[in-house]
């Protein structure tokens, strides 16, 4: 059983930072790629970056120049640097990883930008 577990999340005011964290139950370089969503309430699930375990990164174009996703194979985990946050980054922020064919999921982390 695979368990992805995020931390990290939580109040922050507009222009702050957060940094949230992926923990992994099993060596992360095992997964094809690792990375983040996030959900608002009544809106889909959307992509906010991928690392893949040769460490190639995509973004969300909305997203690039604020938000790296970066990994620390040594410690299973995956982050998610997030800087000049703005209320509209409000969401709840799920950690996945690919291990094909199966996609694991963590429970997510609120974030809540305040204005």
């Known amino acids: 059983q695979v368990q992805l577990v995020e931390s990290g999340g939580g109040l922050v005011q507009a222009g702050g930072s957060l940094r949230l964290s992926c923990a992994a139950s099993r060596t992360i370089s095992d997964f094809n790629a690792m990375g983040w969503f996030r959900q608002v309430p009544g809106k889909q699930r959307e992509l906010v970056a991928t690392i893949t375990n040769s460490g190639r990164t995509t973004y969300a174009d909305s997203l690039k120049g604020r938000f790296t996703v970066s990994r620390d194979n040594a410690k299973n985990t995956v982050y998610l640097q997030m800087n000049s946050l703005k209320p509209e980054d409000t969401a709840v922020y799920y950690c996945?990883?690919?291990?094909?064919?199966?996609?694991?999921w963590g429970q997510g982390t609120q974030v809540t930008v305040s204005s």
């Open positions: 996945y990883g690919n291990l094909l064919p199966l996609t694991y």
